[in-house]
């Protein structure tokens, strides 16, 4: 059974940083891009970032291009996102997704709350 | 970027309605297209891919159809359980952005 469990989110002050990590079991992890995703409260659905397979190719929205990396451990089945100068606007739920095409799975997601 | 823009936002329909939701990018995305569905306090759960292709375990009254630009997702007889928001997303480039959301509420 494929699962997805984020962590790392909490409350952060503004320009303030923090890890974001994503275990991930039952699949092949390296084979597949791996995905963030945030939805702020009461908003709908924004990409973030994605890596490939590899983690070779890193991409990401422009909203976060600069204060965003998306990382994984391959070794260790696990995603990352460090995130960097976060705003109030980075309030959301982070949710990691596998990728196969249309992304099949997601996490239950980490909520991230920037605000002094 | 390639804007992804659903309409409508959001619609009213009763138990047994036909539904379509229409998804329209700003430039071909080909078939690169996913339909979710997400209820409130869950995270979303994948419909459709590849504009057409139904997921294992997705019920026959949904379906989806278009190419290029414009894309659509059918519910044929709204059930109870459809009652959500849903939300299409290119996957043509790897900036895979999604649309707005399109929230079915109940009549």
């Known amino acids: 059974e494929v699962q997805l469990l984020e962590s790392g989110g909490g409350l952060v002050q503004p320009g303030g940083s923090l890890r974001l990590s994503c275990a991930a079991s039952?699949?092949?992890?390296?084979?597949?891009?791996m995905n963030w995703v945030r939805q702020a409260p009461g908003k709908g659905l924004e990409w973030v970032s994605a890596?490939?397979?590899?983690?070779?190719?890193?991409y990401y929205a422009d909203s976060v291009k600069g204060r965003f990396t998306i990382s994984r451990d391959n070794s260790k089945n696990t995603l990352y996102l460090q995130m960097n100068s976060l705003r109030a606007e980075d309030t959301a739920i982070y949710y990691c997704a596998k990728a196969r095409g249309g992304f099949d799975y997601w996490g239950l997601g980490t909520l991230v709350t920037v605000s002094s | 970027d390639i804007q992804m823009t659903q309409s409508p936002s959001t619609l009213s329909a009763s138990v047994g309605d036909r539904v379509t939701i229409t998804c329209r990018a700003s430039q071909s995305i080909n078939n690169w297209l996913a339909w979710y569905q997400q209820k409130s306090g869950e995270a979303p759960k994948l419909l459709i891919s590849q504009a057409s292709s139904l997921e294992s375990g997705v019920p026959s009254r949904f379906s989806g159809g278009g190419s290029g630009t414009e894309f659509t997702l059918t519910i044929s007889s709204l059930q109870p359980d459809d009652f959500a928001t849903y939300y299409c997303q290119q996957y043509n480039s790897y900036s895979r952005t999604f649309g707005q959301g399109t929230k079915v509420e109940i009549k």
């Open positions: 039952g699949f092949t992890f390296h084979i597949y891009a």
């Open positions: 890596t490939s397979g590899s983690g070779v190719s890193t």
